[in-house]
């Protein structure tokens, strides 16, 4: 029996959950689960341009491991890609970084944006 995950640092959470090819209903096609664990590494990575070390300190892994969810994260796309599949983001074993200076958290609404 291998040892428990530990939970992944994310700073942000997807707005959009589904991408899926365009005029194929999203019932009639196979679908792939990308974790938010590796949504979170892909914007570190490709939208943030982060080198590996930066991204894995972020997210409060390792390099290696930032390494394995990053590559796993780029296969899963691309197979999608080339297969005509959906792609599903939810899971993971995460918790929410909170970056606030007066010591007190805001939360907003994915919903409305009703911040509080």
Same mark, same amino acid.
């Given at each position: 029996?291998?040892?428990?995950?530990? &939970?992944? @640092?994310?700073?942000?959470?997807?707005?959009?959950?589904?991408?899926?090819?365009?005029? /194929?209903?999203?019932?009639?096609?196979? &679908?792939?689960?990308?974790?938010?664990?590796?949504? &979170?590494? /892909?914007?570190?990575?490709?939208?943030?341009?982060?080198?590996?070390?930066? +991204? +894995?300190?972020?997210?409060?892994?390792?390099?290696? $491991?930032?390494?394995?969810?990053?590559? $796993? +994260?780029?296969?899963?796309?691309?197979?999608?890609?080339?297969?005509?599949?959906?792609? @599903?983001?939810?899971?993971?074993?995460?918790?929410? +970084?909170?970056?606030?200076? $007066?010591?007190? @958290?805001?939360?907003?609404?994915?919903?409305?944006?009703? @911040?509080?």
């Amino acid at each position: 029996m291998g040892r428990p995950h530990k &939970e992944r @640092r994310v700073e942000q959470i997807p707005s959009v959950t589904h991408y899926k090819p365009a005029g /194929i209903p999203l019932r009639g096609l196979e &679908e792939i689960n990308l974790t938010i664990v590796e949504m &979170e590494a /892909i914007r570190l990575a490709d939208i943030e341009q982060l080198d590996q070390g930066a +991204a +894995a300190d972020r997210m409060e892994v390792s390099r290696p $491991t930032f390494h394995r969810i990053i590559n $796993t +994260a780029h296969k899963k796309i691309a197979s999608a890609l080339w297969k005509g599949q959906a792609i @599903r983001i939810d899971g993971g074993n995460f918790r929410i +970084a909170h970056h606030c200076q $007066t010591g007190m @958290r805001h939360f907003i609404c994915a919903h409305c944006g009703h @911040r509080w």
